[in-house]
Every structure is written in structure tokens, then in C-alpha cells.
Nanobody, 114 residues
Framework: QVQLVESGGGLVQPGGSLRLSCAAS????????MGWYRQAPGKQRELVAT???????NYVDSVKGRFTISRDNAKNTLYLQMNSLKPDDTAVYYC????????WGQGTQVTVSS
């Protein structure tokens, strides 16, 4: 069973940056499209960025130009670089497969506030 462990969240002021990491326990990570999801209080979980196994990326409009998803297949690790953060980015962030979801990790809390 694949385990996903997210880290790197925290409290940051508007305009600040954070880099999230997601470590997968098995090499299956290398062959599947992965994504970063987020869930804000009272809202549904949404997919905000994806990376194919070959590194092709896509973003929802709300984060385009501010977030960058990347992956290191040798380390089974997915990253999300978040710049120019806004209060609306406050959420718990999770990584998972883009389709055929794996068991969810615990997520990492990102809070953007002054």
C-alpha cells in the first residue's frame, strides 16, 4: 500500500512563499500522474496542480503563474512551490494521484494571514 506524507506547510504573510513536499513510499509514484489538492474550511477538496509522469504540468486558473508543481521521480517526491500567496490559498494541502486515488495522507496546513 502506498503511503503519502505531505510536509512544508505553515503560517505565512500575504505575498510570501512556501514549498510543499510529498514523499511516496513506493516507486509506483514514478509511473502515474500526480497532483496537489487543497481543502479550505467548509469547501470541497479541489485539484489545483497536476504533473504527468513525464513532467507535463497543469494548473487551475486561481494558482496559475504563482504555483509550480514539480517531481523528483528518483526520490519518489512531489513538490509544490507557492509564491505570492493570498489569504484565499489557506487550506490543508494534499498530494495524490490525478486519477485512481491512493489512500490520502494527513495533509499539511497552509495559513496565509497577516
Amino acid at each position: 500500500q502506498v503511503q503519502l506524507v505531505e510536509s512544508g506547510g505553515g503560517l505565512v504573510q500575504p505575498g510570501g512563499s512556501l514549498r510543499l513536499s510529498c514523499a511516496a513510499s513506493r516507486t509506483i509514484f514514478r509511473t502515474i500522474a500526480m497532483g496537489w489538492y487543497r481543502q479550505a474550511p467548509g469547501k470541497q477538496r479541489e485539484l489545483v496542480a497536476t504533473s504527468s509522469s513525464g513532467g507535463t504540468t497543469n494548473y487551475v486558473d486561481s494558482v496559475k503563474g504563482r504555483f509550480t508543481i514539480s517531481r523528483d521521480n528518483a526520490k519518489n517526491t512531489l513538490y509544490l512551490q507557492m509564491n505570492s500567496l493570498k489569504p484565499d490559498d489557506t487550506a490543508v494541502y494534499y498530494c495524490n494521484a490525478q486519477t485512481n486515488l491512493l489512500p490520502w495522507g494527513q495533509g499539511t496546513q497552509v495559513t496565509v494571514s497577516s
